[in-house]
């Protein structure tokens, strides 16, 4: 067993802590701003949205940080979660590598997000926070955020972006069940939500939007903080459990990966399960290859600009360097809600501009294609954003066919898609098309981006 599955994996094969790529980076990540002043900001200035935990984790450089037991008998309900491998897809693709993923599709909420919520929660009902505010795209994050409120008994209210308010009522109805209450974004209730409603009564609205809203709402209340599912950086490193379970678990598989994909919509489920393996590589270990992908409708990661900006549109969070289409931007209505943001992880954006990770940006289309050979194949049903990474193993997959490569390729599937049936219904009765971006849109957009002389 190598030293860091050692350290961090306890008898129950569950991490013992989360992994901090920050310990390890060539070069430390470009500090977080004021917007106002375009200096740094401390501590103080996050404390009206976040817990001093939070905090210190968002800025740590400690290799190791401890998950609380009471997080840890939470995850205990589904993981370690398992790690597959596709036997079958890779006979039906005639491939001579070795395909693996890993499923975080059986948490309660189906996808990854619980990770991450249920320790923001643990730490939120430890610093004697009554309520928590966040945003909602799909409702994937809003529902596993609900979930941890319920099991600490916060009071959740999400922000939900209208377009999916109204057209995916599932999430919403799952999101209520579990005890949260639900506004549709724009909404009436804040004054970014009114700023917009103002100039676009009939706004279907935007994740940027939507944080706008849920963090006016937590500045405004000692009682009630804000959380975030993605982009973070202590959201990352809650994530990074997937990857240091798929490193046990490969190893007692007698493998390694030459090469991991991970779909990429903030950066959390991508850096979750590739960043265990790119902290033992920058310590001297294997090299690998490591693959994000995201939507050719909303690419950040491919196509956007690597500078300060805003996170969401009404411009109250504080200035991060990442890659961003700009916070003004509004990518078109296709069915990867979890991919629909126009910034980037800080932390993926760094390795990205560093050399170490590549990008790829896929068609919708073809995510499907993909998704339903999968499915067909494995028979587990992948949600639209998770499809994505799906379609990154397969490419991956049948360049080792051409080229005769008897590679293990690992890949995080990240979702179930079961509450996506619409967009499987869509593709299967040819409703779904490739809806490219307004190129005059994300230049308007990149051409307002803040003016920071850090740069
Ligand atoms: C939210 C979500 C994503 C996108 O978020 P990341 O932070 O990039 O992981 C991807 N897949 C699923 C299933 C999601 O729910």
Redo the contacts with the bound molecule.
């Keep these: 067993m190598t030293e860091s599955v050692k350290y961090v994996l306890s008898e129950d094969r569950m991490p013992r802590s989360w992994y901090n790529l920050a310990a390890d980076l060539p070069k430390a990540l470009p500090p977080v701003l004021h917007p106002g002043t375009g200096q740094p900001i401390g501590p103080a200035d996050l404390a009206p949205l976040f817990p001093m935990e939070i905090i210190k984790q968002e800025v740590s450089t400690e290799r190791y940080i401890d998950i609380p037991e009471p997080v840890r008998d939470i995850y205990r309900q589904w993981r370690p979660t398992p790690l597959y491998r596709a036997r079958r897809w890779e006979k039906a693709l005639g491939t001579p590598a070795k395909i693996y993923y890993k499923y975080e599709g059986v948490s309660p909420a189906g996808?990854?997000?619980p990770n991450t919520s249920v320790a923001q929660a643990f730490y939120n009902k430890a610093e004697g926070v009554k309520r928590l505010t966040t945003e909602t795209g799909a409702g994937?994050?809003g529902s596993s955020l609900a979930f941890a409120g319920a099991l600490f008994g916060l009071e959740i209210e999400v922000f939900m972006v209208k377009v999916s308010f109204q057209q995916k009522p599932y999430r919403r109805a799952l999101m209520e069940t579990y005890g949260a209450r639900c506004v549709a974004s724009p909404s009436e209730e804040t004054a970014s939500g009114r700023a917009v409603l103002k100039e676009h009564p009939n706004s279907t609205g935007s994740l940027g939007i939507a944080i706008s809203e849920a963090v006016e709402v937590a500045a405004q209340r000692d009682d009630t903080k804000y959380s975030l599912?993605?982009v973070l950086n202590h959201v990352l490193l809650h994530q990074t459990v997937v990857g240091q379970e798929a490193m046990l678990q490969l190893e007692e598989a007698g493998d390694y990966p030459d090469v991991i994909v991970g779909?990429?919509?903030?950066?959390?489920?991508?850096g979750g399960i590739t960043f265990p393996f790119l902290g033992a590589q920058l310590r001297g270990g294997k090299k690998l290859r490591i693959v994000a992908t995201e939507p050719s409708a909303c690419p950040s990661l491919t196509k956007g600009r690597y500078a300060y900006d805003f996170g969401d549109t009404g411009h109250l969070t504080p200035l991060v360097k990442m890659h961003t289409l700009g916070s003004a931007f509004v990518p078109p209505g296709f069915h990867a809600g979890?991919?629909r943001y126009h910034g980037m992880s800080p932390l993926v954006s760094h390795i990205k501009e560093l050399g170490l990770i590549e990008a790829r940006s896929y068609d919708q289309l073809d995510v499907f294609e993909a998704g339903v050979q999968f499915a067909r194949v494995e028979g587990i049903l992948p949600?639209p954003?998770?499809n994505h990474a799906v379609k990154g193993a397969l490419d991956e997959a049948l360049r080792c066919k051409r080229e005769g490569k008897a590679e293990t390729i690992l890949f995080n599937l990240?979702?179930h898609g079961h509450f996506d049936m619409q967009a499987y219904m869509d593709y299967f009765s040819g409703k779904l098309k490739d809806i490219p971006y307004d190129e005059r849109d994300l230049q308007r957009s990149l051409d307002a981006l803040p003016k920071v002389a850090a740069e």
Excluded: I, P, V, Y
Excluded at 263 to 270: A, K, L, Q, R
């Design positions: 996808s990854h997000k994937q994050w599912g993605s779909c990429t919509g903030g950066g959390s489920n991508f979890g991919l949600a954003e998770a990240c979702g």
